[in-house]
């Protein structure tokens, strides 16, 4: 594959990570204790509006996520089974986050907060994994 197309995949894969963990972490440790200091009626309705905002992103990031990584798995054939043991590990966690992240972005949803803090951790792990893969051959 030509360095700008490896480039700009890594780009892609990073970019989208970023925003999907980091999302997920202004979730957990920003927007909801924030917003638990307000009424009821308006932390629903600022969660509500929040989710409505993000959940463009959550559909960019997820496809941009899918695209680069299932283009950099398929290419970098003849790893060991411990890296597709890792690999496939990591891709549990990211059938986790990906769920949460949907389930976060919809309307109504009382334990996103919950749920923001799973993925956070999840999307922790999937980000220690990816470095030890990135070591593994």
Same mark, same amino acid.
């Given at each position: /594959?030509?360095?700008?197309?490896?480039?700009?995949?890594?780009?892609?894969?990073?970019?989208?990570? !970023?925003?999907?963990?980091?999302?997920? =972490? $202004?979730?957990?440790?920003?927007?909801?204790?924030?917003? +638990?200091?307000?009424? +009821?009626?308006?932390?629903?309705?600022?969660?509500?509006? !929040?989710?409505?905002? $993000?959940?463009?992103? =959550?559909?960019? !990031? /997820?496809?941009?996520?899918?695209? +680069?990584?299932?283009?950099?798995?398929?290419?970098?054939? #003849?790893?060991? %089974?411990?890296?597709?043991?890792? =690999?496939?590990? %990591?891709?549990?966690?990211?059938?986790?986050?990906?769920?949460? !992240?949907?389930?976060?972005? %919809?309307?109504?949803?009382?334990?996103?907060?919950?749920?923001?803090? #799973?993925?956070?951790? +999840?999307?922790?792990?999937?980000?220690?994994?990816?470095?030890?893969?990135?070591?593994? $051959?």
């Amino acid at each position: /594959m030509p360095d700008a197309l490896v480039i700009t995949l890594r780009w892609i894969h990073i970019a989208s990570m !970023a925003t999907l963990l980091g999302g997920m =972490i $202004f979730w957990s440790l920003v927007l909801a204790p924030a917003a +638990s200091r307000l009424s +009821s009626g308006e932390n629903n309705a600022l969660l509500d509006r !929040a989710a409505a905002a $993000f959940r463009p992103l =959550i559909f960019l !990031a /997820m496809g941009g996520l899918l695209f +680069s990584g299932i283009v950099n798995y398929l290419s970098n054939p #003849g790893h060991s %089974k411990f890296y597709h043991m890792l =690999i496939g590990i %990591k891709f549990l966690f990211v059938g986790h986050v990906f769920a949460v !992240a949907f389930l976060i972005s %919809k309307p109504h949803n009382p334990r996103r907060t919950r749920l923001a803090i #799973g993925a956070m951790v +999840s999307g922790l792990i999937i980000l220690a994994i990816s470095a030890w893969l990135r070591r593994i $051959f």
